[in-house]
């Protein structure tokens, strides 16, 4: 727009000057008409002048009859005036009185001829002058009124351009620009604030939109709800009800509007409740309660009721939203759980009961079979008629003692499954505890030729822990790991403290190993893993499951890792808690 | 101002001083003597004319001679008369009158035309003129000289009288300046005739004029002195005046005077006898 602009200034310009030229020039040629007619005006009056000053001196010399004094007067005037080009005076009856030319001069003027009277003749004057030096003025004015002319139209040209160019068309161009600038400006702003409100409304119809949908969804909800719904005013006039209400209660849609929600009004419900109902909500607050509804039908249904103020603009109470949800199902569903477990309880019970009679009415014969088993193989009265009884004596004692062990552990697992098993926690030296065990399970690892290594470190602290069970837990460990380690294998046991001060208890053995799959079905109760090596040494299945249950008893944790071929690791954690200083004040006072 | 006269007034001014040089250096204490005109011609043609014969005196008598011009003709016969002059150039008419009314002045010479100390005047008309004798200028118009001019006014109304024609008989009559206006005056057609000395009329005889009639001869022009003149001084310059025709130098005198002047000759009252009868008829009609 810029360029064009300047495109049309030129133009203009171009005219301006165009026209500016034909004017000076215009007015060049008429100041020179006018001055050569100024020139020549002055010439003639000049020559009219002189033409009245000869005439009138001349007649009256002639009046006079003074002639020679007016041929002498006619004879000095082209001295006196060396301009004077003819100077002639004729007489009315043609002679000439007196005759002057100067046939030198180049330029003359116009002659002029006047009549002169004197007394009752006439003469007539002629004058010319020269008209060189007017000829030399015009001729000078021209090259000066050209010069003038062209110096005239360079500077108002330049001024023109100056002013045009600079005052008045630069500083528009630039406040055009500027103006266009900030329109651009402006319409960029226009159209961002178009495009934002444009965006604001598409924002805003699709909120609108959305809020529809969400309203419609939401009457869809209420009224596509599983829940009964009924809206009623601060006076608690039903306004609304949701289909729901409807197949609940009974009532229509017509009936319940315009009714008080004390339709719905059980007998069971004590009076207090409804009164707590409304002086909560008339608080402003939320009422949650679970209560009896009536339906039309004089039948009745549990409900969920919660019912919530709903608030104006200002925040005043409008309207009250009540929510009921049918939960009959759920209380029958409770009170047969309560059921349930007041017979799992009465189970557990006669559980507990069973599990004591049985480890005393077991235990009892148990511990007789045992005991005259025994009596039998020391021979205390005497020796045996046939050895194949002292075979047999041994079997008893054998199976007697496995059988003990076997209820000792199912009485243990239950105990602790049952929460019934009690640690008799004191201070224990884990070293010893191992030592001890080790010495009970060392014939048979011998017999295996399997080298058995213990905890040998001096340092170690004491324990808080149930020396029986954690001598258990010990025996449990070390059988297995001798258990499934073949000949000339190695079992080792150690004790370390961890960076948080726990101690770590490991029983290792380089034997047959487990898979992950078998090591979940060592923890299960009677999860002994089927191998060959397991077959020639029976368990009762039930050592890996007690000693977990026994270290968590202890709070601790037990973390086996196994590895087919390559032997298996039991990892024992005691809490920090459990770990104390050989010369703690605690270990001084226990 | 007349740039011309000027100069050519002052180059006579210088000559005339350079002229009388010699002469002022034997003549230191005495004053100039005057040589008085009357103006018949220009006051500067006259100078110029006679500077030259000023000059001549000056040398031959031992004095310096000035030349003065009158205002007018009535100026130089009073002046003439009451011996204001050293020198004096009268008409035959103006000296009868002088010597009636002053006194007779004493003769020093007279002008020699031709060799003849005689001239006349001339009555002419324009060439085309239908006037071909005196009597014929009854009721035209007339110019004539200075009313105490001899030769352009005295003797052509005795001229005039002497054909029946008066004054008084002519439609006009004017009394001009001097004898060039009168000669204009006719050419020019103001008047149908005029009248001026003939030696006038000789030097303007290329014009368009003719001789309609020519006077009776008179004795020329003369020189007098005052009475008061030393006898020895006026016969020295009568002497110088007869003499100059013979000098060296007095063709150039003579020519620079001009006309037909041969000279100047000696000469006596009783040539100026004819001057007195003319005047004698024509003084009543000219000064009533």
């Avoid at chain 1, 004015?141 to 062209?150: P, T, V």
């Amino acid at each position: 727009m810029i360029q064009g602009l300047h495109r049309k200034n030129r133009q203009v310009f171009a005219a301006v000057i165009a026209l500016l030229s034909v004017a000076i020039s215009l007015a060049s040629m008429y100041i020179y008409d006018q001055q050569k007619q100024q020139l020549h005006n002055s010439l003639s009056r000049k020559v009219v002048t002189e033409l009245d000053l000869i005439g009138s001196v001349l007649t009256d010399a002639m009046l006079r009859h003074d002639y020679s004094e007016g041929r002498r007067l006619l004879a000095d005037w082209p001295i006196n005036h060396p301009d004077v080009v003819e100077l002639t005076v004729l007489m009315d009856n043609g002679v000439t009185f007196f005759a002057y030319r100067n046939d030198q001069v180049d330029k003359a003027s116009p002659s002029l001829t006047r009549d002169f009277r004197y007394a009752e003749r006439t003469l007539s004057i002629t004058l010319c002058h020269d008209a060189t030096e007017v000829s030399t003025t015009l001729a000078q004015l021209s090259r000066n009124l050209l010069i003038a002319s062209l110096a005239v139209m360079v500077l108002i040209g330049a001024a023109l351009w100056f002013i045009l160019f600079r005052w008045m068309i630069k500083p528009m161009e630039q406040e055009i620009s500027r103006q266009t600038h900030e329109l651009r400006k402006s319409h960029d702003h226009l159209e961002e604030q178009v495009l934002e409100r444009t965006a604001s409304l598409a924002n805003e119809v699709e909120i609108r939109k959305r809020a529809e949908q969400s309203l419609r969804k939401l009457v869809r909800v209420v009224d596509q709800s599983p829940i009964m719904v009924f809206i009623t005013d601060t006076e608690g006039i039903i306004e609304y009800v949701n289909p729901k209400f409807e197949q609940i209660t009974g009532y229509s849609r017509e009936e319940a509007i315009g009714a008080n929600p004390s339709i719905l009004k059980s007998p069971d419900t004590p009076r207090e409740v409804h009164e707590d109902l409304w002086n909560t909500v008339l608080a402003g607050k939320e009422w949650r309660h679970e209560i009896k509804d009536l339906c039309k039908d004089g039948s009745d249904f549990w409900a969920s009721v919660h019912i919530t103020p709903i608030r104006d603009k200002n925040g005043d109470i409008s309207h009250f939203a009540s929510l009921h949800e049918d939960i009959t199902e759920r209380k029958q569903a409770e009170l047969e759980i309560e059921n349930a477990r007041r017979a799992a309880e009465l189970s557990d019970k006669a559980k507990t009961e069973l599990l004591a009679n049985m480890s005393h009415e077991l235990r009892t014969p148990l511990n007789a079979i045992i005991g005259f088993a025994e009596t039998m193989r020391h021979k205390v009265f005497g020796p045996l008629a046939n050895p194949k009884y002292e075979e047999y004596a041994d079997f008893i004692h054998s199976s007697g003692s496995h059988l003990l062990e076997l209820i000792n552990d199912i009485l243990d697992v239950s105990a602790i499954e049952a929460g019934k098993l009690t640690l008799r926690e004191e201070t224990v030296d884990v070293t010893e505890i191992c030592a001890a065990t080790l010495e009970i399970i060392r014939p048979r690892a011998h017999e295996m030729h399997i080298e058995l290594t213990g905890i040998d470190i001096p340092d170690l602290p004491l324990l808080r822990a149930d020396p029986l069970r954690l001598k258990q837990i010990f025996i449990n460990l070390l059988c297995n790991a001798v258990k499934f380690t073949p000949e000339n294998g190695a079992v080792s046991c150690n004790a370390v403290l961890d960076q948080q001060g726990n101690m770590i208890l490991s029983v290792m053995d380089n034997g047959i190993g487990m898979t992950s799959e078998e090591l979940v079905k060592a923890l299960d109760t009677f999860g002994q893993v089927d191998s060959s090596l397991s077959r020639k040494h029976e368990g009762t299945g039930l050592g890996l499951p007690l000693t977990k249950g026994l270290v968590e008893l202890h709070g601790g944790e037990m973390e086996i890792a196994s590895a087919p071929g390559k032997g298996t690791t039991v990892l024992l954690h005691f809490p920090s808690d459990r770990v104390l200083e050989v010369d703690s004040p605690q270990n001084q006072a226990v | 101002m007349n740039i011309r006269r000027v100069f050519r007034a002052s180059v006579l001014t210088l000559a005339l001083y350079f002229a009388l040089q010699p002469a002022a250096a034997f003549a230191e204490n005495k004053p100039p003597l005057v040589l008085g005109f009357m103006p018949y011609l220009n006051a500067e043609l006259l100078l110029e004319k006679y500077t030259p014969l000023a000059q001549y005196l000056s040398r031959k008598i031992g004095r310096t001679v000035q030349i003065h011009v009158a205002k007018n003709y009535a100026e130089h016969i009073r002046a003439t008369g009451e011996d204001e002059l050293d020198i004096s150039f009268l008409g035959g008419s103006p000296y009868v009158v002088i010597g009636d009314e002053y006194g007779l002045k004493p003769l020093l010479a007279r002008y020699e035309f031709d060799g003849a100390p005689t001239f006349g005047a001339v009555i002419f008309v324009a060439k085309n003129s239908p006037v071909q004798s005196l009597s014929e200028l009854t009721g035209k118009r007339v110019a004539f000289g200075s009313a105490k001019s001899t030769l352009s006014t005295q003797v052509p109304v005795y001229m005039l009288m002497q054909a029946g024609v008066q004054l008084r008989d002519l439609a006009a009559y004017e009394h001009l300046r001097n004898h060039t206006n009168v000669i204009l005056g006719v050419e020019l057609g103001d008047f149908d005739a005029g009248a001026v000395a003939e030696e006038v009329f000789q030097e303007n005889a290329d014009k368009n004029i003719r001789v309609l009639a020519h006077s009776p001869v008179l004795s020329t022009h003369v020189f007098v002195t005052r009475t008061t003149l030393d006898q020895n001084l006026r016969t020295r310059i009568a002497s110088a005046l007869t003499s100059l025709k013979d000098d060296p130098q007095g063709a150039a005198v003579l020519k620079a005077i001009g006309g037909n002047l041969s000279g100047f000759v000696p000469v006596q009252d009783s040539d100026y006898d004819l001057h007195r009868e003319i005047l004698k008829d024509v003084l009543p009609v000219l000064e009533p």
